[in-house]
């Protein structure tokens, strides 16, 4: 790539060079995936989301941690890690793209931190397959699922799994020959397909480490924009496999009643029911409290929502689904002040905008009676 063709670009402490985006633009939009080497600005909050996490992870352990992020791309994220995040004593980097290869080592010096980096051509799981470190980032086009494997077996343990997926269409049962080829999964279409489709990527890799007698704790799962990223310890124990096994379940959906639930046990593979997905907590409460407090002001509010969210039950409802019920739509806030005035707990959730989660074992009809109208 000619020098021309490239534009310094600022993100978190990071300035690095990039495709001038003008250049690769449809419809007047720039459009990452035409430009020689992938960069999209749109993912900033995922990679300040990531320095912060990283950065409560490595206060967790003490000490210091190895990353490998065999997806670079621009090099932008390995190179925020370098940057931001105390105790990254190193980055080994890596991409198929001769550009990519060439860009990552030039945004690397003009940060100054080449000493700490390592860059690689090549494939990514080959480059897993190479590797031991403490954390691993897969950022990838599309779906993580073909480098979940060897990422595991790359991560010491105890070590940190990261995961970006963009295929929400598959996850989220949208194409569900898709979801049962690539994730193991059969999706049914819910209205709360936004949180199973995480809870299936999660299980997915749960699934993969299980194999190799290994157990998995999501610190931080969430949705953004185009995107699912999750955060996962791996423990080479296998008495931890044992336990993740035991977060492993199957979804079900009563259009009539509105009643979800989430079943455990794997595999049972019951008509009827979705999965299979993790069932247990996609965030650690503690871990959230830890990763707010390393927030940026970028994404703090967004942490916050998320660190309230940690707490509340699986499979949130949705306002339009009640109206469907009882025949209108009520407002968040009526529904919020009618929980309030019995006593019932509710949060929003950061997966619809209309949807909102209800303490566990608090019937929804009484819920409802309460908003005016009965169930
Ligand atoms: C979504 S981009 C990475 C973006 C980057 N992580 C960031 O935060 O900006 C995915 C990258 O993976 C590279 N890639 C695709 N398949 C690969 C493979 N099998 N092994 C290594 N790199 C691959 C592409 O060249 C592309 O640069």
């Not at 105790?87 to 550009?99: A, H």
Request: glycine fraction near 10%; charged fraction near 25%.
């Amino acid at each position: 790539m000619n020098v021309e063709e490239l534009v310094e670009t600022v993100e978190g402490k990071a300035r690095i060079l990039v495709p001038n985006p003008i250049k690769y633009a449809v419809g007047g939009r720039p459009e990452p995936a035409k430009a020689p080497v992938f960069f999209n600005p749109l993912m900033s909050n995922n990679r300040s989301i990531s320095v912060a996490v990283l950065q409560a992870f490595i206060d967790s352990i003490g000490g210091e941690a190895t990353v490998c992020e065999p997806l670079s791309g621009s090099g932008v994220r390995g190179i925020r890690y370098l940057l931001e995040v105390d105790g990254v004593s190193k980055v080994v980097m890596g991409d198929l793209s001769r550009e990519a290869h060439a860009l990552i080592v030039r945004n690397l010096e003009r940060n100054g931190v080449s000493d700490r980096a390592e860059v690689v051509r090549g494939d990514a799981n080959e480059l897993l397959s190479r590797v031991k470190c403490d954390v691993v980032d897969l950022d990838p086009f599309g779906s993580p699922a073909p480098f979940i494997s060897s990422a595991v077996r790359a991560l010491h343990d105890g070590g940190l799994l990261c995961l970006t997926a963009t295929d929400l269409g598959v996850l989220e049962g949208r194409h569900y020959n898709k979801a049962v080829r690539r994730y193991g999964v059969f999706p049914l279409r819910v209205p709360f397909s936004r949180e199973v489709g995480l809870r299936a990527l999660i299980g997915f890799a749960a699934r993969e480490a299980l194999v190799l007698d290994a157990g998995v704790t999501p610190l931080i799962g969430y949705h953004e924009r185009h995107y699912y990223r999750a955060c996962i310890v791996v423990s080479k124990d296998r008495a931890d496999a044992v336990e993740a096994l035991r977060n492993m379940g199957f979804y079900g959906y009563d259009q009539r009643t509105l009643k979800r639930w989430l079943a455990r046990g794997y595999p049972i593979g019951a008509p009827g029911l979705g999965g299979p997905v993790w069932i247990g907590r996609l965030m650690d409460p503690e871990f959230m409290d830890a990763a707010v407090r390393r927030a940026g002001d970028d994404v703090r509010a967004f942490m916050e929502s998320l660190n309230k969210e940690s707490v509340a039950p699986p499979l949130y409802f949705r306002l339009s689904e009640l109206g469907r019920v009882i025949g209108f739509t009520p407002s968040m806030d009526s529904l919020i002040e009618a929980a309030s005035s019995i006593g019932v707990r509710v949060w929003r959730t950061h997966f619809a905008v209309d949807g909102f989660k209800i303490e566990e074992g608090h019937k929804l009809a009484k819920l409802i009676s309460a908003i005016g109208s009965p169930l």
